[in-house]
Structures are given as C-alpha cells and as structure tokens.
C-alpha cells in the first residue's frame, strides 16, 4: 500500500493589531532579548539550586526553586507574546546566547554568597532593561500592550530582587 503525501499549503494570516509591522519587529527584538536573559538566569537558578552548599543549603535551595519557577512562568509569558505580536520566538540555546545580555556562570563551587551576588546583578540588570524597554516600546512602537507587559515583568523582578537582597543583608 502506498501512502499519497498532500501537499499542506500554509496560509500566512496578517496581523491586524493596530501596530505597524515595523514596529511589532522592534518590539519583538527587545522581547527576544528578554527572553534570552530570563533563560540565562533561569539555567542560573538552576544550576545554583543544584550546587549550592553550606548551612544554608536546605533555604537555598528551594529559595533557588522557587525563583526559578517563577522565570517558568516569565518565560513562557514572553515567547506567547512574541507570537502574539506575529513572530516566532527563539526555541535554541545558540539563539540564547547570541542574543542574551547576561552572562552565565558556572557552579561557583557551591559559595552561596556569590550566588546571590551574582542573582542580584542579574535581576537589577533585568530590571533595568524593562524600564527602559517599556519606554521605547511606547514611544517608538506605540505599543501599550507590550509596555503594561513589560511593568508587570519588572514589578516582578524588583520582588525577587529584594528577596535575594533580603539573603544578602
């Protein structure tokens, strides 16, 4: 028995949003940055919650999980909105790390206080991104979707940046 391959055609359905096409890309970069950075620090947490030693350990470690299922949350947030806005969102690690603007670290040998030395900087440089993303997505893309997304991302992150500060002090 022989099986007939149809050709499935796929029809392209423009996206009639209220934000020209050019602007959608622009804001689809700044959230493909994004979400290159919230998976660099959630390969972090995870790596950390792994690793992490000391007396601390046992708070630590789920203090690393829980962040980091938050990031889950995030992160799948902004690849919907990327396809929301009629792009595809990076799926790869290789697309991570071109367009990420954090770095990763590795295991630190289990040293907690740089763990969250480095947690820190990366939530505070998220932060920061997101408030000047937010900005430009609204006056140079006219996209309030986008920057009511972006506050709410940020919101977040302040909170989990005051919780890892909360360790430090």
């Known amino acids: 028995m022989s099986i007939e391959t149809k ?20 804001v689809a970069h700044a959230l493909k ?14 790596n950390y919650h792994w690793n992490v030693t000391g007396i601390h350990f046992q708070q630590l470690h789920a203090f690393f999980e829980e962040q980091y299922d938050a990031l889950e949350d995030h992160i799948d947030d902004i690849a919907e909105r990327i396809r929301s806005l009629g792009f595809f969102s990076p799926g790869s690690m290789e697309a991570f790390k071109k367009e990420a ?5 590795g295991h630190l040998n289990g040293n907690a206080e740089q763990m969250l030395k480095n947690l820190l900087a990366d939530h505070e440089a998220i932060i920061q991104f997101l408030r000047h993303d937010q900005e430009v997505v609204m006056e140079e893309y006219n996209d309030a979707g986008t920057q009511d997304f972006l506050i709410a991302l940020m919101e ?6 005051w919780m890892v500060r909360a360790h430090l002090a």
């Open 33 to 46: 940055q994004l979400l290159a950075d919230e998976h660099v620090l959630y390969i972090k947490l995870r």
């Open 156 to 161: 977040e992150h302040e909170k989990m940046a």
């Open 101 to 105: 603007r954090l770095e990763e670290t």
């Open 7 to 26: 050709n499935l055609t796929h029809e392209k359905v423009d996206v009639n949003i209220g934000i020209e096409t050019s602007n959608r890309q622009g």
